[in-house]
C-alpha cells in the first residue's frame, strides 16, 4: 500500500516537472494574437431567434419545475 502511494505523489511530482518545463520551454509565438470574443458584439450581432429559442426553453423547464417541485404532497 505504502508503494503504491510513493509511486502516486512521485508520479505527480514528475508530471508537474514535466508540465512546468514543457510550458517554460514553449516558444512564444511570433504573430500578433487573436482577438478573443467580444460577447456584447456578439449578443448585439446575433439573430433574434438565436437568442429567444434558448430563452424560451429555458423559461418553459423553470416554469415546469417550478409548478412540479412546488405541489403539496396529499397525505
Known amino acids: 500500500m505504502a508503494a503504491i502511494v510513493v509511486a502516486a505523489v512521485g ?8 508540465a512546468i518545463s514543457i510550458v517554460l520551454l514553449k516558444p512564444s509565438p511570433q504573430e500578433p494574437p487573436e482577438v478573443g470574443w ?3 458584439t456578439t449578443w448585439h ?10 430563452l424560451a426553453v429555458f423559461v418553459i423547464g423553470f416554469l415546469l419545475g417550478f ?8 397525505r
Open 38 to 40: 467580444d460577447l456584447v
Open 11 to 18: 508520479g505527480i511530482f514528475i508530471g508537474m516537472a514535466i
Open 67 to 74: 409548478r412540479y417541485f412546488s405541489k403539496t404532497e396529499v
Open 45 to 54: 450581432n446575433l439573430p433574434a431567434i438565436w437568442i429567444l429559442v434558448p
